[in-house]
């Protein structure tokens, strides 16, 4: 059967028939998600539980290889870099291969005991999504029966995600009879609600969202939470792969390789000048860098108004930049990639005020080497011992020749 949607020019909201008492519906339940995978696209018909789960299935599918969280490769401009989706797809379908007896794991063995799977900085949900139609596919096409659902547990930091994760763990664990989904909000520095637990935990594009201070305490919880011999499974943004100039690229890549810790990276930085102040006075830092007001809390990808900013910070912030690459000037760069202007620090915070640019900042410095030297200042390979899993091999080529992987996969000892 194939779910009909169409794309909408407004975005569409479902009625929340949970607040009025009524059960939801197995529509309400995929609309609801949906909306939030890809606001806009409307699906006209969804009948039972399994529908749900197709349905959604199908939009994912689509919403990804069309665009979404999709970025295609391009040399300059702000499309330049790695793709997020195709990054995190690479060991989403590696584990997917092991719980289908491909690789390494047993059929007999997989059918007869439970697999524990823990997706910690999940987002919405789309590479646990992703991993469970990939798996059910294969054991319905095979004919497999568990003798227990496979647990996986979602963990995310944001609270806003709860309404998508609630209505994707009520659509499979009602449609989809291979897997048992739970949903919760988990600080990774905090202790996990299980240890010596999961069997695979993913922390995808996830650890350069975490400030060097809470590193040790992070792993230290997702190793406690992992059977022994578990996996441990990362990605994590590139330089590259920042919304940036080319030329930044390169010039961040000559830096970075000659930096004497993983954490004392040159920043990248994205200036957009906006035609409407309406929309623009934000500021976007995605790596718990310090130019914050006191008493302002961090938030992994945030936006923040000019008002929580604290300006000398920032400045001092822009002055280490432009020493790092002994330039005097920052550059603002059209929608195309083209510089438009090249201002002083002092001008750049102007434009922040008035909201006349866009402003993003992060410190994507974590190719698989640098990864690999953040974990082992924090953890030995006493306890966790790197694989060398064929995934992470050419899993992306850049533009201008750079690492061929961003990821790895540890186990736990």
Not at 269 to 280: D, G, Y
Not at 352 to 370: A, C, K, M, P, S
Request: proline letters at 4%; one cysteine or more; hydrophobic letters at 40%.
């Amino acid at each position: 059967m194939k779910y009909l949607f169409k794309l909408l020019v407004i975005m569409t909201f479902p009625l929340y028939a949970q607040a009025s008492g009524v059960e939801e519906t197995p529509l309400d339940l995929a609309q609801r998600y949906i909306n939030h995978i890809a606001p806009g696209v409307k699906i006209d018909r969804v009948d039972t539980d399994e529908d749900a789960f197709k349905a959604i299935c199908e939009v994912m599918n689509v919403y990804l290889t069309s665009g979404g969280v999709l970025h295609h490769h391009s040399k300059k401009g702000p499309d330049f870099g790695y793709s997020f989706t195709e990054k995190n797809r690479a060991p989403i379908e590696f584990v997917a291969d092991m719980l289908t007896g491909k690789k390494s794991w047993k059929q007999e063995t997989l059918q007869s005991t439970q697999m524990t799977i823990a997706d910690v900085g999940c987002g919405l949900g789309l590479s646990a999504l992703l991993l469970i139609s990939k798996v059910t596919e294969t054991y319905q096409k095979e004919g497999w029966t568990l003798s227990h659902p496979i647990q996986l547990d979602l963990f995310d930091v944001n609270h806003t995600h709860q309404s998508a994760l609630q209505s994707l763990v009520k659509i499979i664990n009602k449609g989809c009879p291979y897997f048992q989904l739970t949903s919760s909000v988990q600080d990774v520095s905090s202790p996990f609600p299980h240890a010596n637990h999961y069997k695979v935990v993913f922390a995808l594009n996830l650890m350069h969202y975490v400030p060097e201070m809470a590193w040790r305490l992070s792993l230290e919880n997702m190793v406690c939470s992992m059977k022994k011999n578990g996996l441990l499974f990362m990605t994590t943004d590139h330089y590259q792969s920042s919304t940036t100039h080319v030329d930044q690229c390169t010039d961040f890549a000559s830096h970075a390789t000659k930096a004497t810790s993983p954490f004392l990276l040159p920043c990248v930085l994205l200036h957009m000048k906006e035609t409407s102040s309406a929309t623009s006075n934000k500021v976007r830092n995605l790596h718990f860098l310090p130019f914050l007001k006191a008493g302002i809390n961090y938030s992994p990808a945030h936006s923040y108004g000019f008002d929580d900013i604290d300006e000398e910070a920032l400045k001092k912030l822009f002055t280490h930049h432009l020493a790092e690459r002994r330039r005097s000037t920052l550059c603002l760069f059209s929608e195309t990639g083209t510089i438009t202007e090249e201002v002083s620090p002092e001008r750049m915070i102007s434009y922040i005020q008035t909201g006349e640019v866009i402003f993003e900042i992060g410190n994507y410095g974590f190719d698989d080497l640098f990864l690999q030297r953040a974990v082992r200042q924090f953890m030995d390979d006493s306890r966790l011992r790197e694989l060398k899993s064929p995934w992470t091999k050419n899993l992306l080529k850049t533009a201008l020749g750079g690492p061929s992987s961003v990821g790895l996969t540890f186990q736990k000892l």
